[in-house]
């Protein structure tokens, strides 16, 4: 069995509001889906998010470098070639999620070709996983509904609030009605690089009495001895992401005494750089949250397939439902959120199928 073909096809859907953080806002799921054909007639497919500011990638650039640079290079492999496949694509700098794409996109036709969910294939701890919903800016009240509707609907109980406004004072006041409306609720916090460390540090020291679980980029990745002092003073953990997207930078702010955690994203590192990071997080005693690109059910889903498989990513509820915020999708299935967890589908692969209509609608390329 070889790769065949790969297919990187742009499509948009809007989501029910804009979604706002420190580091940007989006009002479209401006995603691309990446398939991978390979001459038996299978087909793995995944998605690519696109996060110009963080990542400097885009719809358009991500369907430019799988099409003209990373399918020459792998069309021919076998899909097993993955460590193959894997050194080819990084010979081009960054582009991280159109190589996760093609890398997950990968492990599902393995999948599909054996048998097994792709779960079962990576690691087969669990078979669901608990779920978080990201709360974005908003007035406290409204935040507040937004996860009141999401523990009445969904059983979600976890929540990662967006904060990293200024004055900083916003951010405080909003999480604490949160813990008035939720007292039981788990709560943390990602800044998205929004505000200076010892802005970062007030509004840990005011809101040390709510119990955060911990809390998440705070402040730019490249203050780096800020970043250090804030770990030296922070009543919680300090978990980093968008500051760690590689095995080498979670080193760096591991050892350099920039973080006590990792977020680990399948959109962001596939399925072989996620499994390096947790086996190097577990090495070092360090705890990981699976977090999410803002990807649709698509991405949820290998997300979801990925930190069931383990249990370190499955001691902490994983961040599953940004789906939720979308007025549409192209599973043909949808996933279900029930009694604040996700179960992975017990198919082959990844169990994917896309409504074909719904593609030819949403697409935005020339069809």
Known sequence: MKISKIEAIPFAIPYRKPLRFASGSVSDAEHVLVRVHTDDGLVGTAEAPPRPFTYGETQESIVAIVTTVFAPQVVGLSPLDREQVRVRLDRTVGNPTAKAAIDMALWDIVGQALGVPVTDLLGGFGDRMRVSHMVGFAEPAEMVAEAGRMQEHHGITTFKVKVGRRPVGLDVAAC?????????AEIYIDGNRGWTPIESARALRALADIDLQFAEELCPADDVLGRRWLVTQSPVPIFADESAPTPGDVTRELLGGSATGISIKTARTGFTGSHRILAQCEGLGVEVVLGNQIDGQIGSLCSLAFGAAFEGTSRR???????????????????????????????????????????????????
């Open 317 to 367: 509820a994983g961040e599953l439902s940004n789906f939720l915020d979308m007025s549409d999708d192209l599973l043909t299935e949808p996933l279900e959120i029930r009694n604040g967890t996700v179960r992975v589908r017990q198919a082959p692969g990844l169990g994917i199928e896309i409504d074909e209509d719904k593609l030819r609608h949403y697409r935005t390329d020339a069809r």
């Open 176 to 184: 604490r009605a949160l813990r008035e409306a939720m007292p039981d």
